[in-house]
Antibody, heavy 117, light 113 residues
């Protein structure tokens, strides 16, 4: 069974940092591209970052470019999102998602991030 | 960026009756490989989104056959033939043809009348 389990969310002050993790199981992690998608309270879905197999290609949404860094550890079947210079508008539930041919076939349960003083 | 516009944004439905949601794109989602990369997702209250369809009409595993996806080019529809109580929630379309960025529609909230 494919499982994606996010962790690392919490309350952080504006300008602070957090590192999100996504532990995966039930599939060959190294063979899949992965993404982070977020959802602000009461709002829709926003894609924020992509990392390919082997981390050879990485993309970011303009809203997080230069502040967030996606990475992966294939030896430990894990995906990460380092978030720096956090803003109030980064408050959201953050989901990791797996890519098959066509994007986002499996989602984790999400980890909430609140940026507030 | 590709803009996806869903309608309606709120859809009250009667149990056992059909329902449909439209998703229109600002440009054709037909990619150069011949595929059209339009997905549909369902998010129940308090849950993560779940993909229902990819490439317009390819049903994901476990999705009931009362759901169908259709359309081409820039005009797509998600149809529920007979709404059941478990179908409530928010439905999103998403395009993966021209990215980054991946873009989603605004979401359509389905509730039982």
């Amino acid at each position: 069974e494919v499982q994606l389990v996010e962790s690392g969310g919490g309350l952080v002050q504006p300008g602070g940092s957090l590192r999100l993790s996504c532990a995966t199981s039930g599939f060959t992690f190294s063979g899949y591209s992965m993404n982070w998608v977020r959802q602000a309270p009461g709002k829709g879905l926003e894609w924020i970052s992509y990392i390919s197999v082997g981390a050879t290609t990485i993309h970011y949404a303009d809203s997080v470019k230069g502040r967030f860094t996606i990475s992966r550890d294939d030896a430990h079947n894990s995906l990460f999102l380092q978030m720096n210079s956090l803003r109030a508008e980064d408050t959201a539930v953050y989901y990791c998602t797996r890519d098959d041919c066509c994007l986002f076939d499996f989602w984790g349960q999400g980890t909430p991030v609140t940026v507030s003083s | 960026d590709v803009v996806l516009t869903q309608s309606p944004l709120f859809l009250p439905v009667t149990l056992g009756q059909p329902a449909s949601i439209s998703c229109r794109s600002s440009q054709s989602l037909l990619y150069s490989d011949g595929n059209t990369y339009l997905n549909w997702f369902h998010q129940r209250p308090g849950q993560s989104p779940r993909r229902l369809f990819y490439k317009v009409s390819k049903r994901d595993s476990g999705v009931p056959d009362r759901f169908s996806g259709s359309g081409s080019g820039a005009d797509f529809t998600l149809t529920i033939s007979r709404v059941e109580a478990e179908d409530v929630g928010i439905y999103y379309c998403m395009q993966g043809a021209y990215w980054p960025p991946v873009t989603f529609g605004q979401g359509t909230k389905v509730e039982i009348k």
